[in-house]
Nanobody, 122 residues
Framework: QFQLVESGGGLVQPGGSLRLSCAAS????????IGWFRQAPGKEREGVGD????????NYADSVKGRFTISRDNAKNTVYLQMNSLKPEDTAVYYC???????????????WGQGTQVTVSS
């Protein structure tokens, strides 16, 4: 059964870094565009960034541009979200999703992970 599993969340101080992982079973993530999303308490889920199908083209929301980086490790069938210079407003549950085309919109994705909590606080 197709599963996406996020990991790597946790508590970090402002200015710190975390790397989230999105691993898959039963599918090859190279065949999918991957998006990262987040949902803060009381807010709608928003797109953070995406990486293209089989390619290295990435796109980021303005709020994280220059601080977050998405990459693939094809040997491990895993996609990463490296988050640097974290701010309290980055606190949210982070989700990865797989779909047919890279977009910051939820409608582009068919498969979703369960999410991992990121808390940025001193």
């Amino acid at each position: 059964q197709f599963q996406l599993v996020e990991s790597g969340g946790g508590l970090v101080q402002p200015g710190g870094s975390l790397r989230l992982s999105c691993a898959a079973s039963a599918i090859d993530l190279r065949d999918y565009a991957i998006g990262w999303f987040r949902q803060a308490p009381g807010k709608e889920r928003e797109g953070v960034g995406d990486i293209s199908y089989r390619g290295g083209i990435t796109n980021y929301a303005d709020s994280v541009k220059g601080r977050f980086t998405i990459s693939r490790d094809n040997a491990k069938n895993t996609v990463y979200l490296q988050m640097n210079s974290l701010k309290p407003e980055d606190t949210a549950v982070y989700y990865c999703a797989a779909g047919g085309w890279a977009t910051l919109e939820e409608r582009g994705y068919d498969y979703w992970g369960q999410g991992t909590q990121v808390t940025v606080s001193s």
